[in-house]
């Protein structure tokens, strides 16, 4: 079943929140199962790599709990930048263990 997007404001919002509590939960009915992330280091695609990605990154997963300790997530800027894209300035902050 496909769905049609939500409006780009509904997204932002959702963002926002997911931010505050660095995605958990990630509120995954407000994205498209082809949901596309990029940044300098990493591009995923599909809301399970997305899904994947945040759970090692805040130490939810085997992976995340091996290798990072105290990770937070700041957000900095959500902003609408064409017809159907969101760019989010965020700062990640984790220990290596």
């Not at 159907?84 to 990640?92: S, Y």
């Amino acid at each position: 079943v496909t769905r049609e997007a939500l409006p780009v404001e509904d997204v932002m919002q959702c963002l926002r929140r997911e931010y505050i509590s660095f995605f958990d939960p990630l509120e995954a009915d407000k994205y498209l199962s082809d949901v596309t992330f990029n940044d300098p280091l990493t591009s995923l695609s599909g809301l399970d790599a997305y899904r994947a990605n945040v759970d090692m990154l805040a130490g939810r997963n085997f992976f995340g709990k091996l290798l990072f300790d105290d990770a937070a997530i700041a957000l900095h800027d959500v902003r609408k930048t064409d017809k159907n894209k969101i760019r989010t300035r965020w700062t990640l902050r984790f220990t290596f263990i």
